[in-house]
């Protein structure tokens, strides 16, 4: 049974409080929220004040993905925005060490996430300071995109490397996951499914997510 993370980016943003209220009475164990500047993807988000807003609503962690160049200057504008798991790019940090440290620091769990041109092999060495490897399964941008089917020889390599480590970090599947390919991603390693697409667009979004979490 992995958790369940759905997608705030597939949200009716005109109706963000409805859309909080529904995760809080799910099976959704996280709200992962999407940050994007439009340079270290080609896409524009939310960001700090939207996030410190949602937190007051949510009953649930705040898993916050940073798809943002120089992650390390916002660290702790996001802890206060509410962030309980707050993830930076690999691609993205220059010194992701000494960001992984600060995040811990502030008491937040740190988390690690990885494009899908990115080799697994290239976390070796950090992989102790992980709480939480965010593994791309489509290129960042946008919501409702293809699973890119490689992703499972990278978390059955991820997870071997975490066992082999002694690290307790969990391996997170960002993108694509459908009620069709999750049970295989479970099985290949997974420990949290991030869903936007799969929870916004069906009919009921409540059994969409219970369906999940039942896998
Ligand atoms: C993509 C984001 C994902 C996205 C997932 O850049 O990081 O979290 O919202 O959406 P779906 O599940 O629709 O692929
Ligand atoms: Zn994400």
């Known amino acids: 049974m992995a958790l369940i993370a759905p997608s705030m980016l597939s949200a009716n943003f005109l109706h963000l409080e409805k859309d909080i209220d529904m995760i809080n009475n799910s099976e959704a164990d996280w709200f992962h929220l999407d940050v994007m500047d439009g340079r270290f993807v080609p896409n524009i988000s939310f960001g700090i004040p939207v996030i410190q807003a949602m937190k007051r609503a949510t009953k649930k962690v ?84 293809k699973f890119i089917p490689q992703t499972i020889d990278k978390i059955k390599a991820l997870k071997q490397m975490i066992l082999a480590s002694g690290s307790k970090a969990l391996i997170e599947i960002d993108g694509g996951v459908t009620l069709e390919n999750a049970a295989s991603i479970i099985a290949a390693g997974a420990d949290v499914l991030v869903a936007g697409n799969t929870v916004f667009s069906a009919a009921d979004p409540v059994a969409a997510i219970a369906a999940l979490k039942q896998l």
Do not use: W
């Open 62 to 145: 705040c898993d916050v993905h940073l798809m943002i160049e120089q992650p390390e200057n916002y660290v702790e504008a996001f802890h206060k925005a509410g962030a309980d798991v707050l993830s930076v790019h690999i691609e993205a940090s220059i010194h992701l060490h000494r960001t992984l440290q600060h995040i811990k620091a502030l008491g937040m769990k740190a988390g690690v996430a990885v494009n899908p041109h990115t080799a697994i092999n290239q976390l070796e060495a950090i992989v102790q300071e992980v709480d939480v490897f965010c593994l791309m399964s489509v290129n960042p941008g946008f919501g409702g995109q």
